[in-house]
Nanobody
Framework: QVQLVESGGGLVQTGGSLSLSCAASGRSFTMYAMAWFRQAPGKEREFVGVRIWSGGSTSYADAVKGRFTISRDNTKNTMNLQMNSLKPEDTAVYYC??????????????????WGQGTQVTVSS
Protein backbone atom coordinates (compact mmCIF):
# COMPACT_ATOMS: atom_id res chain seq x y z
CA GLN A 1 0.00 0.00 0.00
CA VAL A 2 1.06 3.55 -0.74
CA GLN A 3 -0.46 6.57 0.93
CA LEU A 4 -0.40 9.97 -0.77
CA VAL A 5 -1.14 13.26 0.94
CA GLU A 6 -1.20 16.54 -0.95
CA SER A 7 -0.60 19.96 0.50
CA GLY A 8 -0.42 23.48 -0.82
CA GLY A 9 -2.87 25.03 -3.22
CA GLY A 10 -5.15 27.97 -2.57
CA LEU A 11 -6.14 31.18 -4.30
CA VAL A 12 -3.81 33.18 -6.52
CA GLN A 13 -4.15 35.90 -9.12
CA THR A 14 -3.46 35.42 -12.80
CA GLY A 15 0.28 35.35 -13.40
CA GLY A 16 1.06 34.25 -9.87
CA SER A 17 2.72 31.11 -8.56
CA LEU A 18 1.79 28.25 -6.27
CA SER A 19 3.54 25.13 -5.10
CA LEU A 20 1.93 21.79 -4.34
CA SER A 21 3.49 18.86 -2.53
CA CYS A 22 2.59 15.20 -2.41
CA ALA A 23 4.01 13.16 0.45
CA ALA A 24 4.31 9.44 -0.17
CA SER A 25 4.39 6.86 2.61
CA GLY A 26 4.00 3.14 2.98
CA ARG A 27 5.58 1.03 0.25
CA SER A 28 6.55 4.09 -1.76
CA PHE A 29 9.83 2.45 -2.76
CA THR A 30 7.80 0.20 -5.06
CA MET A 31 6.47 3.10 -7.13
CA TYR A 32 7.34 3.29 -10.82
CA ALA A 33 6.03 6.82 -11.31
CA MET A 34 4.15 9.64 -9.63
CA ALA A 35 1.98 12.09 -11.48
CA TRP A 36 -0.20 15.13 -11.11
CA PHE A 37 -3.69 15.28 -12.56
CA ARG A 38 -6.33 17.97 -12.28
CA GLN A 39 -10.07 18.11 -12.59
CA ALA A 40 -12.15 21.21 -13.17
CA PRO A 41 -15.90 21.27 -12.49
CA GLY A 42 -17.81 19.45 -15.19
CA LYS A 43 -14.65 18.20 -16.89
CA GLU A 44 -12.76 14.92 -16.98
CA ARG A 45 -9.62 14.37 -14.96
CA GLU A 46 -6.71 15.73 -16.96
CA PHE A 47 -3.02 14.78 -17.01
CA VAL A 48 -0.66 17.53 -15.83
CA GLY A 49 2.76 15.90 -15.52
CA VAL A 50 4.61 12.80 -14.39
CA ARG A 51 7.96 11.85 -12.95
CA ILE A 52 9.55 8.44 -13.15
CA TRP A 53 10.21 7.95 -9.46
CA SER A 54 13.72 6.52 -9.49
CA GLY A 55 14.90 7.52 -12.94
CA GLY A 56 13.94 11.15 -12.63
CA SER A 57 12.65 11.82 -16.12
CA THR A 58 9.59 14.04 -16.39
CA SER A 59 6.87 14.72 -18.93
CA TYR A 60 4.24 17.44 -19.06
CA ALA A 61 0.96 18.20 -20.74
CA ASP A 62 1.25 20.79 -23.49
CA ALA A 63 -1.07 23.10 -21.54
CA VAL A 64 1.44 23.46 -18.69
CA LYS A 65 4.78 22.88 -20.41
CA GLY A 66 7.23 25.64 -19.60
CA ARG A 67 5.12 26.89 -16.68
CA PHE A 68 4.94 23.88 -14.34
CA THR A 69 7.86 21.90 -12.94
CA ILE A 70 7.83 18.59 -11.10
CA SER A 71 10.62 17.82 -8.67
CA ARG A 72 11.37 15.25 -6.02
CA ASP A 73 12.56 15.85 -2.47
CA ASN A 74 14.40 12.65 -1.57
CA THR A 75 14.80 13.58 2.08
CA LYS A 76 11.06 13.94 2.56
CA ASN A 77 9.89 11.38 -0.01
CA THR A 78 7.72 14.01 -1.60
CA MET A 79 6.95 15.15 -5.12
CA ASN A 80 6.48 18.85 -5.70
CA LEU A 81 4.65 20.75 -8.40
CA GLN A 82 5.83 24.31 -8.91
CA MET A 83 3.25 26.26 -10.89
CA ASN A 84 4.23 29.60 -12.40
CA SER A 85 2.44 32.05 -14.70
CA LEU A 86 -0.89 30.67 -13.58
CA LYS A 87 -3.97 31.23 -15.70
CA PRO A 88 -7.69 31.06 -14.82
CA GLU A 89 -7.93 27.86 -16.86
CA ASP A 90 -5.53 26.22 -14.40
CA THR A 91 -8.29 26.36 -11.78
CA ALA A 92 -9.08 22.81 -10.69
CA VAL A 93 -8.69 20.24 -7.96
CA TYR A 94 -5.18 18.85 -8.28
CA TYR A 95 -4.47 15.22 -7.45
CA CYS A 96 -1.25 13.30 -7.12
CA UNK A 97 -1.21 9.67 -8.14
CA UNK A 98 1.20 6.74 -8.07
CA UNK A 99 1.58 3.70 -10.27
CA UNK A 100 3.47 0.60 -9.17
CA UNK A 101 4.10 -1.22 -12.43
CA UNK A 102 5.84 0.13 -15.50
CA UNK A 103 3.36 1.34 -18.10
CA UNK A 104 3.42 3.26 -21.35
CA UNK A 105 0.12 4.91 -20.50
CA UNK A 106 1.28 7.41 -17.92
CA UNK A 107 -1.11 10.08 -19.15
CA UNK A 108 -4.12 7.86 -18.53
CA UNK A 109 -5.57 8.19 -15.02
CA UNK A 110 -6.80 4.59 -15.10
CA UNK A 111 -3.15 3.44 -15.06
CA UNK A 112 -2.67 4.65 -11.50
CA UNK A 113 -3.06 2.53 -8.39
CA UNK A 114 -3.08 5.17 -5.65
CA TRP A 115 -4.48 8.68 -5.36
CA GLY A 116 -4.28 11.55 -2.96
CA GLN A 117 -7.34 13.35 -1.66
CA GLY A 118 -6.91 16.39 -3.91
CA THR A 119 -6.23 20.04 -3.25
CA GLN A 120 -8.00 23.06 -4.73
CA VAL A 121 -6.17 25.59 -6.87
CA THR A 122 -8.09 28.69 -7.86
CA VAL A 123 -6.68 31.33 -10.20
CA SER A 124 -8.61 34.58 -10.27
CA SER A 125 -8.69 36.80 -13.34
Amino acid sequence: QVQLVESGGGLVQTGGSLSLSCAASGRSFTMYAMAWFRQAPGKEREFVGVRIWSGGSTSYADAVKGRFTISRDNTKNTMNLQMNSLKPEDTAVYYCAAVIFRTNYLQNPTSYNYWGQGTQVTVSS
